[in-house]
């Protein structure tokens, strides 16, 4: 009787085991498939109502973190603060000279200039995954909302990240943190550009790589998307969209490429841990 | 633990209750930078009222109903769950319970193995970014809040699965008969 039970666990075990490896085997890199499609109609719902009812909760614990972090932040913000006014007044007279610089060049229409055919709708996080492995979150729109894969996603203070799959009433939305994501960046005023990239597990910083190191990038230097369009493709997201701020300058050499090239740590302007309401950015042209 | 139909659908309410909370509440709020995680403290408190076998299946379905929640490719979080569920549970088959503290320095341990197991598979699948030394703060901090948040959780899925469970009778003592007139 015992021996019968310890197969019949093993035999269960094993059968689990395999099942696990089966759906890894055909659904990784896959996206989402019609079992995953339905469960998140049915219970998208349902996380909407509970994410709603929880709200509350959430808030007061936030609130503890919050507080502790306040009392960190006060002085550097402080500091922040008054920089910030500088550049208020220099940013308005820029944006004067600069709206008579395009209509000088007759830039409006140009690719650069895409971000205008954007529709940005209005999004709130339902569901965020659990391990820091993973760096997504879903949101309660889909496509009846005419959101599409690869969409860009906003918070107010920059880019969040893009729609890595889409059902007809959420979205599955894949942060600058994510292991997968690279963004094409360019830092301003140098416009030196390159790929900006998550370090895993640090939701704090991002890594733009790539750059060509005879050129200088600051600490405090703003990155924002390059938003390249070339031979006819064009990268997911537009020009302009504010990413970070550089916080460190480091330059790495390639032993086997004989060659240096400049990282740089990147601030992300979003609060990538903290989302409630977001915007995607539907339309527009995608490569 | 008997499992008769109406147990089987209690645990599956209580997984995908846990499930959703995860998601819509424990995902979404940070303490010191860390969010928790419940889940594979909650496999490990089924597994340990259930057994092996019970916390293995639980530990598989929890990590197949986040999957398709979460839209992420689907095992992932079965094959590390269903593990946790199922050496949880043979701990309880093996050793006895004495300790109270015991159910929440298991979900403690298991919920560090279950993300470093997050983390394996992470790496065998292939990462594309590098790894920050926060990650540790990370893992160890879950575990923290699995300790904490574990005991509690113990308790209340213990009295949801109550009727199921085989309780020994407490042995008490009988008072030695005394003889007449002593």
Same mark, same amino acid.
């Given at each position: 009787?015992?021996?019968?039970?310890?197969?019949?666990?093993?035999?269960?075990?094993?059968?689990?085991?395999?099942?696990?490896?089966?759906?890894?085997?055909?659904?990784? =890199?896959? /996206?989402?498939? *019609?079992?995953?499609?339905? #469960?998140?109609?049915?219970? $998208?719902? @349902?996380?909407?109502?509970? !994410?709603?009812?929880?709200?509350?909760?959430?808030?007061?614990?936030?609130?503890?973190?919050?507080?502790?972090?306040?009392?960190?932040?006060?002085?550097?913000?402080?500091?922040?603060?008054?920089?910030?006014?500088?550049?208020?007044?220099?940013?308005?007279?820029?944006?004067?000279?600069?709206?008579?610089?395009?209509?000088?060049?007759?830039?409006?229409?140009?690719?650069?200039?895409?971000?205008?055919?954007?529709?940005?709708?209005?999004?709130?996080?339902?569901?965020?995954?659990?391990?820091?492995?993973?760096?997504?979150?879903?949101?309660?729109?889909?496509?009846?909302?005419?959101?599409?894969?690869?969409?860009?996603?906003?918070? =107010?203070? /920059?880019?969040? *990240?893009?729609?890595?799959? #889409?059902?007809?009433?959420? $979205?599955? @939305?894949?942060?600058?943190? !994510?292991?997968?994501?690279?963004?094409?960046?360019?830092?301003?005023?140098?416009?030196?550009?390159?790929?900006?990239?998550?370090?895993?597990?640090?939701?704090?910083?991002?890594?733009?790589?790539?750059?060509?190191?005879?050129?200088?990038?600051?600490?405090?230097?703003?990155?924002?998307?390059?938003?390249?369009?070339?031979?006819?493709?064009?990268?997911?997201?537009?020009?302009?969209?504010?990413?970070?701020?550089?916080?460190?300058?480091?330059?790495?050499?390639?032993?086997?490429?004989?060659?240096?090239?400049?990282?740089?740590?990147?601030?992300?302007?979003?609060?990538?841990?903290?989302?409630?309401?977001?915007?995607?950015?539907? =339309?527009?042209?995608?490569? | 633990?008997?499992?008769?139909?109406?147990?089987?659908?209690?645990?599956?309410?209580?997984?995908?209750?846990?499930?959703?909370?995860?998601?819509?509440?424990?995902?979404?709020?940070?303490?010191?930078?860390?969010?928790?995680?419940?889940?594979?403290?909650?496999?490990?408190?089924?597994?340990?009222?259930?057994?092996?076998?019970?916390?293995?299946?639980?530990?598989?379905?929890?990590?197949?109903?986040?999957?398709?929640?979460?839209?992420?490719?689907?095992?992932?979080?079965?094959?590390?769950?269903?593990?946790?569920?199922?050496?949880?549970?043979?701990?309880?088959?093996?050793?006895?319970?004495?300790?109270?503290?015991?159910?929440?320095?298991?979900?403690?341990?298991?919920?560090?193995?279950?993300?470093?197991?997050?983390?394996?598979?992470?790496?065998?699948?292939?990462?594309?970014?590098?790894?920050?030394?926060?990650?540790?703060?990370?893992?160890?901090?879950?575990?923290?809040?699995?300790?904490?948040?574990?005991?509690?959780?113990?308790?209340?899925?213990?009295?949801?699965?109550?009727?199921?469970?085989?309780?020994?009778?407490?042995?008490?003592?009988?008072?030695?008969?005394?003889?007449?007139?002593?």
């Amino acid at each position: 009787m015992y021996r019968k039970q310890v197969r019949r666990r093993r035999a269960v075990l094993a059968l689990l085991i395999v099942g696990s490896f089966v759906l890894l085997t055909i659904t990784y =890199g896959q /996206g989402s498939n *019609g079992l995953q499609r339905g #469960v998140s109609t049915i219970f $998208s719902p @349902v996380q909407g109502v509970a !994410d709603r009812a929880l709200k509350p909760a959430r808030d007061l614990v936030d609130w503890f973190d919050k507080t502790f972090d306040a009392r960190g932040e006060n002085g550097r913000l402080k500091s922040e603060l008054a920089k910030t006014r500088e550049q208020a007044v220099a940013g308005q007279e820029a944006l004067q000279e600069n709206a008579q610089l395009r209509k000088l060049v007759k830039l409006d229409g140009s690719p650069a200039l895409a971000a205008s055919a954007y529709q940005p709708v209005a999004a709130r996080v339902i569901a965020r995954s659990p391990t820091v492995w993973r760096s997504s979150v879903n949101i309660d729109v889909g496509s009846g909302d005419g959101v599409h894969v690869n969409d860009p996603v906003i918070s =107010g203070a /920059g880019l969040i *990240g893009r729609i890595a799959s #889409v059902e007809p009433g959420s $979205s599955q @939305v894949m942060l600058l943190t !994510d292991h997968e994501s690279a963004v094409s960046a360019k830092v301003v005023p140098s416009g030196v550009q390159g790929v900006v990239k998550p370090e895993v597990g640090d939701p704090e910083t991002l890594i733009l790589d790539f750059i060509d190191s005879t050129k200088r990038v600051h600490g405090g230097q703003t990155v924002v998307t390059a938003g390249w369009c070339a031979q006819g493709l064009c990268s997911f997201f537009p020009p302009g969209l504010p990413l970070g701020e550089v916080t460190k300058t480091s330059v790495i050499e390639q032993a086997i490429e004989q060659e240096a090239t400049e990282q740089v740590d990147v601030r992300p302007f979003a609060d990538l841990r903290n989302l409630d309401l977001v915007q995607v950015l539907t =339309g527009g042209s995608r490569g | 633990m008997i499992l008769t139909p109406k147990m089987v659908a209690r645990i599956a309410l209580i997984g995908m209750v846990g499930v959703l909370l995860q998601l819509s509440f424990f995902s979404q709020v940070e303490l010191f930078h860390v969010s928790p995680d419940i889940l594979p403290a909650l496999v490990v408190c089924l597994a340990l009222l259930g057994g092996s076998l019970t916390g293995a299946v639980a530990g598989f379905s929890i990590g197949f109903f986040l999957d398709c929640l979460l839209v992420e490719a689907l095992g992932v979080s079965s094959l590390v769950l269903l593990s946790v569920g199922y050496l949880a549970g043979l701990f309880r088959e093996r050793f006895e319970i004495h300790n109270s503290l015991l159910p929440a320095l298991l979900c403690m341990g298991f919920t560090l193995g279950a993300e470093l197991g997050f983390g394996l598979i992470q790496l065998l699948l292939g990462l594309d970014a590098p790894v920050s030394v926060l990650i540790i703060r990370d893992l160890l901090l879950k575990s923290v809040y699995a300790f904490f948040l574990g005991w509690p959780l113990y308790l209340l899925v213990r009295r949801a699965l109550r009727p199921a469970l085989v309780e020994e009778p407490k042995v008490r003592r009988r008072r030695r008969p005394k003889a007449l007139g002593v």
